[in-house]
């Protein structure tokens, strides 16, 4: 199809919009002061042979269709205003080719394009801002999606997806195989490239890692949806994907900004972290093909208030026989002999309140690779066997992981602690907090996994108001109340959390009573995933500047400080709106001259303060003339005047 002929295609498409609903994500622009996005003109976005998209500013009174992989060259930085769309085409010239692989799997798939899938990918030492707002979000999607919430949920991989490349550590060899890191360019200082991305220029923009500076930043993605992306070239011998993701974060210092994002409908994961320092919170990641989330590669930031949901008839991994879960927390690449034997960033974030939604799937969440970190006061619902699944396959794997360092030949670098654990419908019945998946059962520990769980604070409860939900031919036919129907439900014995998070005395992505942190600006609340109410909650403290009288439950939302100010009506600076005196009263320089008759009468005084002067009235009456003597000439200036009418 040409350009002219995909113009045409899309006007027709966007002039038919209108049908759904025109609020939250998709208020077609309004809310924000943009045009609507019929009326949007169209920017065709390439990579300029290999020099990128440069320094620039993307608005939203245009539409971007990326027509290919598209960079952000070092050094560059591309803004993208609220409100905007990013659009990216379906690629061209698809062929597949099966090649022969030297292990049990006999062969892998290889993918390869004429033009590969639009994406956008920020190289290391380049900057994305994309910040929207809650009322003006953000939006990437695919070519010919009308931005109107009629696209199924079941609508996967139709465009690449967005990559950012950073230079922070990893716990990979360097590129090309050889010597550990460890051993000569130091701790940390491997490099990867991204997966599903090819630099066709020959530049190896998509390279990320290095070590070299872990506190950078690649950018800030805030109020973003993510849409209906992924595309997958094949895997390799260990059955690993060459896929890229709806957002894959590829050694991101900690100075990169993730938060507020909504991930939907991705051909392989929604958000997938792969080493770095990168803080991610406040995401949504929902109905994919394969897992909502993934780590992996020394990560070693931290997250909070993730929310994942994993629909287990879309969910159909593209590398069987592997299976797709809610998240998959991995550690290294020991399986493809892609790893730092010697010593490494081991993946170990700090994580705190997730909500792991699945509706049937024997388990929510995959341990595998050596994975770490601390992992708490967290929420599954939905599971049939187990919360979570411990890979024991190798010596360095998920299960060795979690053993306490020297008993039986763990590494004691992953903890679990405080997790909440049901099945659909609240279920408890023949539920387990864990198993211990693979062929590596030399340890008699296996069968002491449940009791280790339930020692680390573990409990099969049913903590969600409505964890359940449908799909109907990609439509949601019934939403969810993710949010924890108990109030104060962790002690503060787990409330001692690594300061990069927050610390909140509630199990889950979502206080109890408030309305979830995705509504309004996402496409999954403009299309009713949030199923509860959010009457009679609110601030019940009649001094709080936001009191809500009809409020019957105090939801934490009271604000003391909006509506303070000086309150004496005497003062300068009285602001008649003010609540609570905040001890700011002025008075001395709004004061002075009040009366409008003395010569130094001052308009903008509100206060007399004494100083007025008035002029000196004359002491002899009868000098008319004002020479100080009642004289012959005073009488004469009378007589002159004597007789004549005075006009009052």
Request: aromatic content about 10%; hydrophobic content about 35%.
């Amino acid at each position: 199809m040409s350009m002219k002929s995909y113009v045409i295609a899309l006007c027709a498409l966007w002039s038919t919009a209108g049908s759904w609903a025109q609020t939250g994500l998709f208020s077609n622009g309004s809310a924000c002061g943009c045009p609507s996005v019929a009326l949007r003109d169209t920017v065709w976005v390439t990579d300029n042979n290999g020099f990128g998209v440069g320094t620039t500013t993307w608005t939203c009174d245009n539409l971007y269709v990326l027509t290919e992989q598209v960079f952000v060259n070092s050094g560059d930085t591309l803004t993208i205003e609220p409100g905007t769309a990013v659009l990216g085409m379906s690629g061209s010239g698809r062929q597949e080719y099966t090649v022969p692989a030297n292990n049990d799997v006999g062969s892998v798939l290889t993918v390869d394009y004429d033009v590969f899938p639009g994406a956008l990918v920020v190289a290391r030492g380049a900057y994305l801002g994309a910040q929207g707002t809650e009322s003006c979000p953000i939006q990437f999607t695919f070519l010919g999606d009308p931005l109107d919430g009629s696209v199924g949920l079941d609508v996967q991989g139709q465009w690449g997806g967005v990559v950012l490349c950073g230079t922070a550590g990893l716990n990979t060899l360097p590129l090309g195989g050889g010597v550990s890191p460890s051993q000569t360019t130091g701790v940390g200082t491997g490099e990867d490239r991204a997966e599903g991305i090819v630099d066709v220029t020959g530049q190896d923009r998509h390279v990320y890692g290095g070590n070299t500076d872990s506190t950078s930043s690649s950018g800030v993605i805030a109020y973003v949806s993510f849409r209906h992306g992924s595309t997958n070239l094949g895997w390799n011998y260990a059955l690993n994907g060459n896929e890229t993701d709806l957002l894959q974060l590829g050694g991101c210092g900690s100075g990169t900004e993730i938060h507020h994002v909504e991930l939907l409908g991705s051909a392989d994961d929604g958000l997938h972290i792969l080493g770095g320092k990168v803080e991610v919170h406040h995401i949504l990641s929902a109905f994919h093909v394969e897992d909502a989330f993934e780590s992996d590669q020394g990560w070693q930031g931290a997250g909070q208030f993730l929310f994942g949901i994993q629909d287990t008839a879309l969910a159909h991994p593209t590398n069987p026989p592997l299976d797709a879960y809610v998240w998959t927390m991995q550690g290294d690449d020991f399986e493809e002999f892609n790893m730092d034997l010697y010593y490494e960033p081991y993946t170990t974030p700090w994580m705190s309140n997730l909500t792991l939604i699945t509706n049937g799937a024997n388990a929510a969440l995959l341990g595998a690779s050596l994975p770490g970190g601390d992992w708490m006061n967290s929420v599954i619902h939905g599971v049939s066997e187990f919360g979570l699944l411990l890979r024991y396959s190798y010596a360095c794997d998920g299960y060795a992981a979690l053993l306490p360092q020297g008993l039986g030949g763990g590494f004691g670098v992953l903890r679990l602690r405080n997790w909440r654990v049901a099945g659909v419908g609240g279920n408890m019945d023949g539920l387990e907090f864990g198993d211990v998946v693979g062929s590596f059962y030399q340890n008699p520990l296996t069968e002491l996994l449940n009791p280790f769980l339930q020692d680390s604070g573990f409990a099969l409860l049913p903590l969600l108001v409505d964890g359940d939900f449908a799909l109907t031919g990609g439509a949601l036919i019934d939403g969810v109340d993710p949010r924890p129907n108990q109030a104060e439900t962790v002690s503060s014995y787990y409330q001692s959390l690594d300061p990069r998070l927050e610390e909140v005395s509630y199990h889950g992505a979502f206080s109890p009573g408030v309305a979830p942190w995705f509504e309004g600006w996402t496409a999954l609340s403009s299309l009713g995933l949030f199923s509860g109410e959010s009457e009679g909650f609110g601030c019940t403290y009649s001094l709080a500047c936001n009191f809500d009288v009809n409020a019957v439950q105090d939801d934490g939302s009271c604000d003391f400080t909006a509506c303070a100010g000086c309150t004496s009506p005497w003062a300068c600076n009285f602001q008649p709106g003010a609540l609570i005196d905040d001890g700011s009263c002025t008075y001395q320089e709004c004061m002075g001259c009040t009366y409008p008759a003395a010569t130094n009468f001052t308009p903008a005084a509100l206060m007399d303060d004494g100083s007025c002067e008035f002029p000196i009235p004359a002491t002899c009456t009868g000098d008319l003339n004002g020479d100080n003597v009642v004289s012959t000439l005073d009488l004469l200036d009378f007589l002159t005047v004597y007789g004549a009418s005075c006009e009052g």
